[in-house]
Every structure is written in structure tokens, then in C-alpha cells.
């Protein structure tokens, strides 16, 4: 157990239709980061935050979008969903200086 | 950011061990080198990370070159259980402001 939470673990919902993913931090990681893994391909960063401001951001579609509040838990807003959004969304903390832990995943299945 | 290059796949009997190399030739001064494991529908998992020279922990060891463009994981006496993805990446510390983006990976199958 890495020490993330990531909720809710499966979602199926139908195109055109919006999601929020939530991730719950190790106690006192200050960065969060998300990442999208589509089925038999690699991880594709989408956005870091650090202690709430947005501090790096990799290929997140427009459609996407995402936050960290004040107790640090982070939420990946998706919108517009079409069938190729379908994945795996993982969400990593890390306090500062030190390897990421992953959380176990939300498996996104838009039909 | 330092691009990374490994090999697509390896195999390797039970009992061996294992050596997957990254290269990584534009590394930067601050630049960690990390790697990473991944079963199937899970996130990665942290294995080793190093700056330089050799670091070596429970599971894997890490050797850096004097010029850092490349690094070797080493996996002593795999089991079918290191049966997975390993990723390399290159990248400031976690907590600054780094996009830890993973490469490709090398897949790595493990059998009797």
C-alpha cells in the first residue's frame, strides 16, 4: 500500500458525459501528480501541484482539467468524454526531494 | 527534460539476474535517474533512485558512470514475480517542478 487513494477505483459512464477522479495524498506530500495510461501504453503525465498552484503540465487536453485544495487531496475534472479518454488515471504524491508513490488507479471506461 | 532509451523487452530465466540499461545522453547537472516497476493494472512502483556511482538497496542495484548518460538496473536472481514493466526516468527530485515523464519502459519476462 503506497499510502495514495485514488477514488473511485472503476467508472463507466457513457461519451459527452463529465467525471471528477479524487486523489487523497500521503499525510504531508506536498506534490501531486496525475498520469493517464491507456490500455498497453505507457504513462503519459498529465499535471503536477505543489501545495496547490499548478507547477508543471505535460499533454492535458483542454477537456481536462485539474486542482489541489488546501488539505492537499487533488481532483482530475474530465469533461466531454469521448470512447479514446477510456484508462487507467494514476495519481502520485511526493513530499519534497524524494521518488513518487502511485496510487492504485481509477479505471475509466467511457461507452 | 533528458530523453530516455531502453530496450522494448527482455527475458531472462529464474535464478538469473538481470541488467537493463538506460541511456540518457542530455542529461542535466540536477537531473536524478529513477526507476520504476509496473505490474498490470497497477500503479509503479519506486524501486531505486541515484545521482552517481553505485546505489544499491533490498531489491535492485543502480551503476552510474563517471558521465551519467547512461545507468544499468541490476536485478539479482529474478523470480517469476519480477515478471513486469521497468521504467527509467530521468528528472529533478520529485517536489520541484519536474513532469516524471515515464519512457516506454522495458518489459521483462520471467520464466522457469
Known amino acids: 500500500d503506497s499510502g495514495v487513494t485514488q477514488t473511485p477505483k472503476h467508472l463507466i459512464t457513457a461519451t459527452g458525459q463529465r467525471v471528477t477522479l479524487r486523489c487523497s495524498p500521503r499525510?504531508?506530500?506536498?506534490?501531486v501528480y496525475w498520469y493517464q495510461q491507456s490500455l498497453d501504453q505507457g504513462l503519459q503525465f498529465l499535471i503536477q501541484y505543489y501545495n496547490g498552484e499548478e507547477r508543471a503540465k505535460g499533454n492535458i487536453l483542454e477537456r481536462f482539467s485539474a486542482q489541489q485544495f488546501p488539505d492537499l487531496h487533488s481532483e482530475l475534472n474530465l469533461s466531454s468524454l469521448e470512447l479514446g479518454d477510456s484508462a487507467l488515471y494514476f495519481c502520485a504524491s511526493s513530499p519534497q526531494g524524494s521518488e513518487a508513490f502511485f496510487g492504485q488507479g481509477t479505471r475509466l471506461t467511457v461507452v | 527534460l533528458a530523453k530516455t532509451t531502453q530496450p522494448i523487452s527482455m527475458d531472462s530465466y529464474e535464478g538469473q539476474e538481470v541488467n537493463i540499461t538506460c541511456s540518457h545522453n542530455?542529461?542535466?547537472?540536477?537531473?536524478?535517474i529513477t526507476w520504476y516497476q509496473q505490474f498490470p493494472s497497477q500503479g509503479p512502483r519506486f524501486i531505486i533512485q541515484g545521482y552517481k556511482t553505485k546505489v544499491t538497496n533490498e531489491v535492485a542495484s543502480l551503476f552510474i558512470p563517471a558521465d551519467r548518460k547512461s545507468s544499468t538496473l541490476s536485478l539479482p536472481r529474478v523470480s517469476l514475480s519480477d515478471t513486469a514493466v521497468y521504467y527509467c526516468?530521468?528528472?529533478?527530485?520529485?517536489?520541484?517542478?519536474?513532469?516524471?515523464?515515464f519512457g516506454t519502459g522495458t518489459r521483462l519476462q520471467v520464466t522457469l
Open positions: 499525510s504531508g506530500d506536498l506534490s
Open positions: 542530455n542529461i542535466a547537472t540536477n537531473d536524478y
Open positions: 526516468l530521468v528528472a529533478p527530485r520529485p517536489g520541484t517542478a519536474s513532469k516524471l515523464t
